[in-house]
């Protein structure tokens, strides 16, 4: 394994590796100049079609930094593909490209971004540390991003346009693009900060035409024919080097003009013609069936081809310059120019389509053989072998799972045929997992069913296959069995967070237990996480204290930050209700601190703890700490895309912003949060057991009895809430209604009962509300001794936690 680690460090330096000719190149003073200038503003666009020269005149210019002045900037080159549209994948590439050139820049931002669970990572928080970071050093830095064409999502554009309009002068951005990218441009170019090359100022003039054939192809031209290529190629370089390459057999140059005529795709199919026919046959055979390989290495090639010699064969064609490009110093790896590329693979689906798949899957295996895991599922896909990428899959997303990387897993499984994915059991999970708050509750559990019925089918045919051949083996071994726990675990959380039933999550959480080996951990802890949803479903706060503080010993016990930190969130959220609020507050910095990462940045799953921090400072009248706090967990929830918390903070600030009296605010919030939680695929349970009595408040704050009366009329209709606390909080709700519509008598009906349930279930939070409202419900009928007794409960409940405004706000 040792030679493919050293394979995988070499693949991944080829993407920071400034592409070198080992070729004369031409001067082009002008170009040189213009990109000098450009040091000065903070984005550079250099943007042409294919072949016209953009990263050899982008490379030649920076490799000659040296000879230029001492002060010039510091390279970081990053070399995309079409892998790279997933944002975070992006920046680690930008950072570690950075980080390449001044070691330790960005090492700790590279950790972080490693490192966070959530959908997706706070890329803007990232930045402004990028950002903050280069503003402290002395260094001038130049990012080269080329063929960013191949960047076609929106949040990469978007993140990157933040970095430009924040950009310290430290750093300068240039793109090296086939197509403009959707960028502020215009308001870039009005503030002089951008500078862009197009493709006529990248045509070659006719004298650096004469000085390409003459230099480069060794093939010097009278003027008058220069002029004449100038012409009919319009300086486009691809189309130069072509043409040299095919008048090397030629006595007469004019006889091939002739046929060197018309648009740029006819003079790319003409002239590739004529440079194949002039190569070796078996060069021809090489450069068409490698030409489906993004990268190119001489054992990679051997492995293909099933043959030797593929390292004198790339330098072959390095030698006679057609169009091989290397990515690092030691000749190990190379890349066809894309153009070549594209045309060598058209022509290998009309001669040999056939052959296509069959060097996919040598490809793959190769890969694979070498641990580059990625590509060889990249491969397998490409020659449609769907079990051989499923299999693949399957090694590789234990790896990526616990980062961000769920959506890659997901985009994988989705382009599996559905009859293969529900034949392997542990891929029917990990597709069930990536789709947590991003499809229904109904569609997930399918896919559990279908996880735990490929999963029994295996032990059947393993039971058969026994019998037959009268081996005395187990039917279902540890694997099976940990297997089986998992399916169940995962059941207990969706049907607890989603549903809130708690009779049944717990059911699956004791199966769950009776297959996991102890040794599982992290399960372990997601099912007492999920436990602790089931008792807090039931209003027994206590018993998901305990739970939540298990998770927590348990996740922390195997390593798992991010699930740490979730999980002494919740245990934060379940001291609120408890009424606890200094040891809730406590709770919260402490997952705060978890979360603080050596480069100050939160970690991506403290979202939850702010929010319910922020809670207690409204509470407690400290409004602009709140807003600050609850703010900040915002952000980073939108951020992060962790929707799962988002709307929920959006309703603790509607709530400090009533608080405030700024009802605008207020009502913008609401809106926030109810648009948040719809992304959610919820059902009544999440939104009437965590903020349905906080909206309640914000409707009849804000004059929306209309809308109040509709959510009460909806109730009526519903038959069966599985959750006690909800159906509670439900009738909370409907109390404040009943109150607004001045009916205190069927209030203090709904209420007595309520009261009652929450103080035996120590949910003082809740007690305390519910008194407060009796107290109002009592002064409504003049009953001031049963007002006054009410109330006064209320006050010594509240005391020792420093509740203030749950008597202002009433």
Same mark, same amino acid.
């Given at each position: 394994?040792?030679?493919?680690?050293?394979?995988?460090?070499?693949?991944?330096?080829?993407?920071?590796?400034?592409?070198?000719?080992?070729?004369?190149?031409?001067?082009?003073?002008?170009?040189?100049?213009?990109?000098?200038?450009?040091?000065?503003?903070?984005?550079?666009?250099?943007?042409?079609?294919?072949?016209?020269?953009?990263?050899?005149?982008?490379?030649?210019?920076?490799?000659?930094?040296?000879?230029?002045?001492?002060?010039?900037?510091?390279?970081?080159?990053?070399?995309?593909?079409?892998?790279?549209?997933?944002?975070?994948?992006?920046?680690?590439?930008?950072?570690?490209?950075?980080?390449?050139?001044?070691?330790? *820049?960005?090492? +700790? !931002?590279?950790?972080? @971004?490693? #490192?966070?669970?959530? $959908?997706?990572? &706070? =890329?803007?928080?990232?930045?402004?540390?990028?950002?903050?970071?280069?503003?402290?050093?002395?260094?001038?830095?130049?990012?080269?991003?080329?063929?960013?064409?191949?960047?076609?999502?929106?949040?990469?554009?978007?993140?990157?346009?933040?970095?430009?309009?924040? *950009?310290?002068? +430290? !750093?300068?951005?240039? @793109?090296? #693009?086939?197509?403009? $990218?959707?960028? &502020? =441009?215009?308001?870039?170019?009005?503030?002089?900060?951008?500078?862009?090359?197009?493709?006529?100022?990248?045509?070659?003039?006719?004298?650096?035409?004469?000085?390409?054939?003459?230099?480069?192809?060794?093939?010097?031209?009278?003027?008058?024919?220069?002029?004449?290529?100038?012409?009919?190629?319009?300086?486009? @370089?691809?189309?130069?080097?072509?043409?040299?390459?095919? =008048?090397?057999?030629?006595?007469?140059?004019?006889?091939?003009?002739?046929?060197?005529?018309?648009?740029?795709?006819?003079?790319?199919?003409?002239?590739?013609?004529?440079?194949?026919?002039?190569?070796?046959?078996?060069?021809?055979?090489?450069?068409?069936?490698?030409?489906?390989?993004?990268?190119?290495?001489?054992?990679?090639?051997?492995?293909?081809?099933?043959?030797?010699?593929?390292?004198?064969?790339?330098?072959?064609?390095?030698?006679?310059?057609?169009?091989?490009?290397?990515?690092?110093?030691?000749?190990?790896?190379?890349?066809?120019?894309?153009?070549?590329?594209?045309?060598?693979?058209?022509?290998?689906?009309?001669?040999?389509?056939?052959?296509?798949?069959?060097?996919?899957?040598?490809?793959?295996?190769?890969?694979?053989?070498?641990?580059?895991?990625?590509?060889?599922?990249?491969?397998?896909?490409?020659?449609?072998?769907?079990?051989?990428?499923?299999?693949?899959?399957?090694?590789?997303?234990?790896?990526?799972?616990?980062?961000?990387?769920?959506?890659?897993?997901?985009?994988?499984?989705?382009?599996?045929?559905?009859?293969?994915?529900?034949?392997?059991?542990?891929?029917?999970?990990?597709?069930?997992?990536?789709?947590?708050?991003?499809?229904?509750?109904?569609?997930?559990?399918?896919?559990?069913?279908?996880?735990?019925?490929?999963?029994?089918?295996?032990?059947?045919?393993?039971?058969?296959?026994?019998?037959?051949?009268?081996?005395?083996?187990?039917?279902?071994?540890?694997?099976?069995?940990?297997?089986?726990?998992?399916?169940?675990?995962?059941?207990?959380?969706?049907?607890?967070?989603?549903?809130?039933?708690?009779?049944?999550?717990?059911?699956?959480?004791?199966?769950?237990?009776?297959?996991?080996?102890?040794?599982?951990?992290?399960?372990?802890?997601?099912?007492?996480?999920?436990?602790?949803?089931?008792?807090?479903?039931?209003?027994?706060?206590?018993?998901?204290?305990?739970?939540?503080?298990?998770?927590?010993?348990?996740?922390?016990?195997?390593?798992?930050?991010?699930?740490?930190?979730?999980?002494?969130?919740?245990?934060?959220?379940?001291?609120?209700?408890?009424?606890?609020?200094?040891?809730?507050?406590?709770?919260?910095?402490?997952?705060?601190?978890?979360?603080?990462?050596?480069?100050?940045?939160?970690?991506?799953?403290?979202?939850?703890?702010?929010?319910?921090?922020?809670?207690?400072?409204?509470?407690?009248?400290?409004?602009?700490?709140?807003?600050?706090?609850?703010?900040?967990?915002?952000?980073?929830?939108?951020?992060?895309?962790?929707?799962?918390?988002?709307?929920?903070?959006?309703?603790?600030?509607?709530?400090?912003?009533?608080?405030?009296?700024?009802?605008?605010?207020?009502?913008?919030?609401?809106?926030?949060?109810?648009?948040?939680?719809?992304?959610?695929?919820?059902?009544?349970?999440?939104?009437?057991?965590?903020?349905?009595?906080?909206?309640?408040?914000?409707?009849?704050?804000?004059?929306?009895?209309?809308?109040?009366?509709?959510?009460?009329?909806?109730?009526?209709?519903?038959?069966?809430?599985?959750?006690?606390?909800?159906?509670?909080?439900?009738?909370?709700?409907?109390?404040?209604?009943?109150?607004?519509?001045?009916?205190?008598?069927?209030?203090?009906?709904?209420?007595?009962?309520?009261?009652?349930?929450?103080?035996?279930?120590?949910?003082?939070?809740?007690?305390?509300?519910?008194?407060?409202?009796?107290?109002?419900?009592?002064?409504?009928?003049?009953?001031?001794?049963?007002?006054?007794?009410?109330?006064?409960?209320?006050?010594?409940?509240?005391?020792?936690?420093?509740?203030?405004?749950?008597?202002?706000?009433?």
């Amino acid at each position: 394994m040792v030679e493919g680690t050293l394979f995988h460090d070499h693949l991944l330096a080829t993407k920071f590796f400034v592409p070198s000719s080992s070729h004369p190149l031409i001067a082009r003073p002008q170009l040189t100049t213009l990109l000098n200038h450009s040091l000065r503003r903070k984005l550079t666009l250099v943007s042409a079609p294919a072949g016209f020269g953009k990263t050899t005149l982008l490379s030649s210019w920076v490799q000659s930094f040296p000879q230029m002045k001492p002060q010039a900037p510091l390279v970081a080159w990053v070399s995309l593909d079409e892998d790279d549209n997933e944002p975070a994948l992006f920046w680690t590439y930008a950072l570690t490209a950075l980080d390449a050139v001044q070691p330790g *820049l960005c090492t +700790q !931002l590279l950790t972080y @971004l490693q #490192t966070q669970q959530a $959908p997706k990572p &706070p =890329l803007r928080n990232v930045l402004q540390a990028l950002i903050n970071t280069l503003a402290s050093r002395s260094e001038q830095f130049l990012l080269v991003l080329d063929d960013y064409h191949v960047i076609t999502q929106p949040e990469v554009h978007h993140s990157l346009t933040y970095l430009v309009e924040h *950009l310290s002068p +430290q !750093l300068h951005i240039i @793109l090296a #693009t086939r197509a403009d $990218p959707p960028l &502020p =441009l215009s308001l870039l170019r009005a503030r002089g900060e951008a500078l862009e090359v197009r493709t006529n100022q990248l045509r070659c003039t006719d004298e650096e035409v004469m000085a390409f054939f003459k230099k480069v192809m060794s093939f010097p031209l009278p003027a008058d024919i220069i002029q004449e290529v100038t012409a009919r190629t319009e300086g486009w @370089l691809v189309g130069l080097q072509l043409l040299g390459l095919s =008048l090397q057999g030629h006595t007469n140059p004019s006889d091939l003009l002739d046929e060197v005529n018309g648009s740029q795709r006819y003079i790319l199919d003409y002239l590739m013609e004529e440079v194949l026919r002039r190569l070796p046959l078996s060069v021809q055979t090489f450069l068409l069936r490698t030409s489906i390989l993004e990268r190119l290495s001489a054992p990679l090639c051997d492995a293909m081809l099933e043959l030797r010699g593929s390292q004198e064969c790339l330098e072959f064609l390095e030698r006679a310059n057609v169009f091989v490009v290397p990515l690092d110093g030691q000749r190990r790896w190379y890349r066809y120019h894309g153009l070549f590329a594209q045309a060598l693979r058209s022509r290998l689906e009309q001669t040999e389509g056939q052959a296509v798949s069959a060097l996919h899957l040598r490809a793959s295996r190769w890969y694979a053989e070498q641990g580059f895991l990625t590509e060889a599922i990249r491969h397998a896909m490409s020659a449609h072998d769907w079990p051989r990428a499923a299999d693949l899959i399957q090694q590789e997303y234990t790896s990526v799972w616990g980062n961000h990387e769920h959506a890659m897993v997901r985009g994988w499984l989705e382009k599996l045929p559905v009859e293969v994915l529900r034949v392997r059991p542990r891929l029917c999970l990990a597709y069930a997992k990536t789709l947590f708050m991003v499809a229904p509750y109904i569609t997930i559990e399918r896919w559990l069913h279908d996880a735990e019925r490929a999963l029994r089918a295996t032990g059947a045919t393993s039971t058969t296959q026994s019998a037959e051949t009268g081996a005395h083996l187990p039917p279902h071994g540890p694997e099976w069995e940990n297997l089986l726990g998992e399916i169940a675990a995962y059941r207990a959380i969706i049907t607890g967070y989603y549903l809130g039933e708690g009779q049944s999550t717990l059911a699956f959480c004791q199966e769950a237990l009776a297959h996991l080996p102890e040794q599982n951990l992290v399960v372990r802890a997601e099912i007492a996480y999920a436990q602790s949803l089931a008792y807090h479903s039931r209003g027994d706060i206590v018993a998901a204290i305990h739970s939540t503080r298990e998770a927590t010993a348990l996740a922390q016990a195997a390593g798992n930050i991010s699930s740490t930190i979730l999980y002494t969130s919740r245990t934060a959220y379940s001291l609120l209700l408890h009424g606890k609020l200094h040891d809730m507050v406590q709770v919260a910095e402490h997952a705060a601190a978890l979360g603080t990462t050596p480069v100050g940045l939160p970690h991506a799953m403290v979202g939850s703890a702010y929010i319910y921090h922020a809670d207690v400072l409204r509470e407690w009248n400290r409004l602009d700490e709140a807003l600050e706090l609850v703010l900040q967990a915002v952000r980073l929830s939108e951020q992060t895309e962790t929707i799962v918390t988002l709307y929920i903070g959006y309703t603790v600030l509607m709530r400090v912003y009533l608080a405030r009296g700024e009802l605008e605010a207020a009502r913008s919030a609401f809106q926030h949060a109810e648009e948040a939680l719809a992304k959610t695929y919820y059902v009544p349970y999440r939104r009437d057991v965590y903020v349905i009595v906080d909206w309640m408040q914000f409707w009849l704050a804000s004059g929306e009895l209309d809308r109040a009366t509709h959510w009460a009329e909806e109730l009526a209709q519903q038959t069966n809430v599985p959750s006690p606390l909800a159906r509670e909080r439900q009738q909370v709700a409907r109390s404040r209604l009943l109150l607004a519509q001045k009916r205190p008598t069927e209030a203090l009906l709904l209420l007595e009962p309520l009261q009652v349930d929450a103080q035996r279930q120590e949910r003082v939070s809740h007690v305390i509300e519910m008194k407060v409202l009796q107290a109002l419900a009592y002064q409504m009928r003049q009953q001031e001794q049963e007002a006054r007794s009410a109330l006064a409960l209320a006050v010594r409940l509240a005391e020792p936690e420093g509740y203030i405004r749950r008597f202002v706000d009433e």
